[in-house]
C-alpha cells in the first residue's frame, strides 16, 4: 500500500511462499539490483554455460538473510532444499538448482534473489489488518513474463486497482 513506510517494502511486489501458523515467507519479484546472474555465479565460482540466463537480474529478494541466494522457479523440480508451492513452482536454497541452471539452462523460469521476505506468527495478519498490504492471487505470467518495473501495477490490475490512484488513507467499519 502507498503508507508502506518501511523501506524494504515501499512498492513491492512479493510473492508469498509459505503461510502457516508459524508465519510467512516470500520474495520480493520487482526489485532488481545492478547484479546480473553471470556476475553472481563467477561469485560463486560456478562455471555459467547458458549465455541467455546471464544478463538476468539478481533480485533483492528482501531483508532476511540478504547474504543467501534464493530461486523462486519453474517448474518445481527436485533439488535438495526446495519449498514446493504448488502449481510447479518452488522455492530453492540450495546450490544444486544454481549448478542445473548454470549447465543445462534449467528450471526454465528462474528469478533469483538475495534474500527474503519473513514475518513470524501472526505478523503479516497483523499487517494486513492494519491495510498496510494488498493481496491477489499470484499470477504466474506476472512474476516470471513481465519486465520487474510493470509487475506491481500488473498485479493491481488483477484487483481492479490503479496503484498511482490508491490512497494511503484507509477506513474501518
Known amino acids: 500500500m502507498p503508507a508502506m513506510a518501511d523501506p524494504n517494502f515501499t512498492r513491492t511486489l512479493t510473492y508469498i511462499a509459505e503461510h502457516n501458523e508459524n508465519g510467512a515467507m516470500g520474495v520480493v519479484v520487482n526489485r532488481p539490483t545492478d547484479m546480473r546472474l553471470a556476475t553472481l555465479f563467477e561469485r ?96 504466474l505470467s506476472i512474476v516470471f513474463d513481465l519486465p520487474p518495473e510493470e509487475r506491481l501495477a500488473a498485479a493491481m490490475q488483477l484487483l481492479g486497482v490503479d496503484f498511482a490512484k490508491l490512497s494511503d488513507v484507509a477506513g474501518h467499519a
Request: glycine fraction near 12%.
Open 44 to 139: 560463486i565460482d560456478i562455471p555459467f554455460e547458458q549465455p541467455a540466463f546471464a544478463d538476468l537480474p539478481v533480485y533483492y529478494g528482501g531483508p532476511v538473510q540478504a547474504d543467501r541466494g534464493f530461486v523462486l522457479h519453474r517448474p518445481a523440480g527436485n533439488w535438495h532444499s526446495t519449498l514446493k508451492v504448488g502449481d510447479g513452482i518452488g522455492l530453492t536454497s540450495s546450490r544444486d538448482v544454481l549448478q542445473a541452471l548454470a549447465n543445462e539452462g534449467e528450471p526454465s523460469e528462474v528469478l533469483v534473489a538475495l534474500g527474503y521476505a519473513g514475518w513470524s506468527a501472526g505478523q503479516l495478519e497483523h499487517e494486513l489488518a492494519q491495510n498496510a498490504w494488498l493481496t491477489v492471487p499470484a499470477d
